[in-house]
């Protein structure tokens, strides 16, 4: 098997939710490709774009991150200077939490208490963006911030924090849908394999998270990343995953 058709394989695993340790709430992340396909229109054959090369080459390795169950997220603020804060109006749902200010005037960041790991024994990027092919009840009330990392050369959770729309207040997430997607940007394919996330991984992940504040703040991704390699910190990140597949 050519370099070219041998899978890829993408380690991930869930982390602590509020200090517990939810592994039930994470679904194995769905291919979108295998989730639209089945929806053809089998009167339409290369006349379509689910045959297009430039469609397959983002459906192919994009894997939707599923919401577990319905929850619902207002933003309150109580006088000029104080805090801000969550209210959570169903008896059930994920937790959450505001962490920054907003970066839009008007649009409130809420980041939603769900987190993922996803690491590589190489060099791969890896994109989180909103679930752009599926209609989601979230996509009214606002959309996560996207993002692009080499998860072959860092190694820290991947958070949804949502943007809401300019002068909304309420998030609402449907049960079943689509929170974000993630996409592998290689033309190989992905052979995603869950691990279990122990005390040292994440000891090795918050260095990663603490790195900014320890060797200067704005540093760059590729700055990050020498650092990493020269340290070997994939290595140790790798060894600990293998002994703890599940």
Same mark, same amino acid.
């Given at each position: 098997?050519?370099?070219?058709?041998?899978?890829?394989?993408?380690?991930?695993?869930?982390?602590?939710?509020?200090?517990?340790? !939810?592994?039930?709430?994470?679904?194995?992340?769905?291919?979108?490709?295998? %989730?639209?396909?089945? =929806?053809?229109?089998?009167?339409?054959? *290369?006349?379509?774009?689910?045959? +297009?090369?430039?469609?397959?080459?983002?459906?192919?390795?994009?894997?939707?991150?599923?919401?577990? /169950?319905?929850?619902?997220?207002?933003?309150? &603020?109580?006088?000029?200077?104080?805090?801000?804060?969550? &209210? #959570?109006?169903? =008896?059930?749902?994920?937790?959450?939490?505001?962490?920054?200010?907003?970066?839009?005037?008007?649009?409130?960041?809420?980041?939603?208490?769900?987190? !993922?790991? #996803?690491?590589?024994?190489?060099?791969?990027?890896?994109?989180?963006?909103?679930?752009?092919?599926?209609?989601?009840?979230?996509?009214?009330?606002?959309?996560?911030?996207?993002? =692009?990392?080499?998860?072959?050369? !860092?190694?820290?959770? /991947?958070?949804? %924090? #949502?943007?809401?729309?300019?002068?909304?207040?309420?998030?609402?997430?449907?049960?079943?849908?689509?929170?974000?997607?993630?996409?592998?940007?290689?033309?190989?394919?992905?052979?995603?394999?869950? #691990?279990?996330?122990?005390?040292?991984?994440?000891?090795?992940? /918050?260095? +990663?998270?603490? /790195?900014?504040?320890?060797?200067?703040?704005?540093?760059?991704?590729?700055?990050? *990343?020498?650092?990493?390699?020269?340290?070997?910190?994939?290595?140790?990140?790798?060894?600990?995953?293998?002994?703890?597949?599940?």
């Amino acid at each position: 098997m050519s370099k070219k058709n041998e899978p890829i394989k993408v380690y991930w695993s869930p982390t602590e939710v509020d200090g517990l340790r !939810w592994s039930l709430l994470y679904e194995e992340p769905a291919n979108i490709l295998k %989730e639209i396909t089945p =929806r053809k229109n089998l009167d339409v054959n *290369y006349d379509s774009y689910l045959f +297009c090369p430039s469609y397959k080459a983002i459906a192919s390795n994009t894997f939707s991150l599923i919401a577990p /169950m319905r929850s619902e997220f207002v933003y309150q &603020e109580n006088f000029p200077g104080e805090q801000p804060y969550l &209210e #959570f109006p169903g =008896r059930s749902g994920l937790g959450g939490s505001i962490n920054k200010q907003p970066t839009l005037n008007g649009s409130p960041l809420i980041n939603v208490a769900m987190n !993922w790991f #996803f690491f590589c024994e190489e060099p791969l990027e890896m994109e989180i963006t909103p679930p752009y092919l599926h209609k989601t009840e979230s996509s009214q009330y606002g959309a996560i911030v996207p993002g =692009r990392v080499d998860i072959g050369q !860092w190694f820290r959770s /991947m958070n949804v %924090e #949502f943007q809401l729309w300019e002068d909304e207040t309420e998030l609402k997430i449907e049960a079943g849908q689509p929170i974000a997607y993630v996409r592998f940007l290689t033309d190989r394919p992905v052979e995603l394999v869950r #691990f279990t996330m122990t005390e040292k991984l994440e000891e090795l992940a /918050m260095a +990663c998270i603490t /790195m900014p504040s320890t060797f200067g703040l704005l540093k760059s991704l590729q700055e990050r *990343y020498d650092r990493f390699n020269k340290t070997k910190t994939g290595s140790l990140v790798m060894k600990n995953i293998q002994e703890n597949l599940t």
